[in-house]
């Protein structure tokens, strides 16, 4: 652990490199299925596996996607687009080439904000967004003397997101990581699954004395298979620079790479033997040029963004900033919500409901919201009843809840009618009730009358029991206080 000393001396310094898979339906220069967990080797075309004389040609949707994530991110848009060849050697890269853009990523600059949990706001820039190929996949079976290579992953479509070296704390990678995800599951650009590597990340660590003009050296690290895993690279790292420093040794800007069973990471190789690449514009590609007019029709299809619904939630719906934070965290709970708020007016309650009842239904059962059994009409007509004094919300959310869940059809009116929980709110038929329980307990009412009011409780409690829990605690008490106070 660091000390508070050595804190307050050095200034941790994160940049973050995001490698997304795009969510497109062929790859990136062919027309072979992009797809995760198919038979080995399947998937792969003469030109995935970049046979001599074969031709690559873009994928239109994979550019649209990219322009999507520019676009959520304010980035500007680049035009006229050239991809590169980066060359080395590696044995799960069929062409000895990716193709990438090195120059002129498709989207420049640009920002994603984020929210730390003490409530801090901070806006982290973004580098650039370019678009790329993935490798394939070297698989070495625990025990087994050989690697085996799958070309299926070769050619799936890629964004790189970039950051500025604005990140200060592990934290504030946690949360920027959570952000991206979230953002390119609202663009159904990327699913974000980590565990099977469709959200990847590199991190570049360095330190500076607090207050410095110019940053540190950095290190990167990779291989980190989760968000958790990138916050704990990073602590770490700080930590081991922090001592080589300390103890007046030299940084050298290295790769390295993580290992989760231990927490620590291990020089993979160091700049001086790096590859150069030897980067040159792809002959077989001609210039993507993105129109006003594509850049129009890219703009008119974005999807709700996050940021959006949650504007949507506080000004027009009058929620608190924690609700809509919720709302918004998955993008099918936020459309769900905003389809139930035009069933109903009642926004707060159906907030509440959300928090409440639903998420736990959602937690307990394992559903995703696509499965949700519920309609968005059937839960407003719960809250009607609610909001009407129909029912009590216990009854609601204990009895009735269940039973809409089921999704049988019947209505969440209907469901009280069957259980006979409509509340007595009916102040004809709840009168006679509150009479005869005054009756039956004449020295308690004496009692109240001189001065034991808290004996309200036990009055409301008897009329509950005689009305088998229908009556509306609203009208029961109303009426109990005009007989008891007459
Ligand atoms: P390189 O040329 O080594 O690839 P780049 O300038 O392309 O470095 O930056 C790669 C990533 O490293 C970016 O995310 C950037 O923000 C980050 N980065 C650059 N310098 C530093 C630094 N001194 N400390 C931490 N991160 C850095
Ligand atoms: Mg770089």
Redesign the pocket.
Known sequence: MLSEELKEKYQL?????VHAQLLTESKMFAADANQYGQSPNTLISAITLGHPGTLPKVNKKAVEYAIRMGLACDSEITRHNIFSRKNYFYPDLPKGYQITQDKGPICVGGIVPIKLSDGTERVIRL?RVHMEEDAGKSIHLAGEPDTLVDFNRAGTPLVEI?????IRSSEEAYVFLGEIKKLVKYLDICDGNMEEGSLRCDA???VMLKGAKE????V?VKNMNSFRNVAKAIDHEHERIIGLLEAGKEIV?ETRTFDADTGTTASMRT?EDLNDYRYFPEPDLSPVVISEEWLQSVKGSMPALPRELFAKFVEQYGLPEYDAAFLTEVKGVALWFDALCSKTENYKAASNWMMGPVKSHLNESGLDIAEYPVKPEALADLIALVGGGKVAFSTASQKIYPELAKASGESALQIAQRLNLIQESDEDSLKPIVQSVLEENAKKVAEYRSGKKGLMGMFMGEVMKKSKGKADPKVATRLLTELLEN
């Open positions: 310094v994160v940049g973050l490199e580098n970039v950051t500025e070296p604005d570049n660590v360095s940053y540190g050296k950095k990167e800007s700049k």
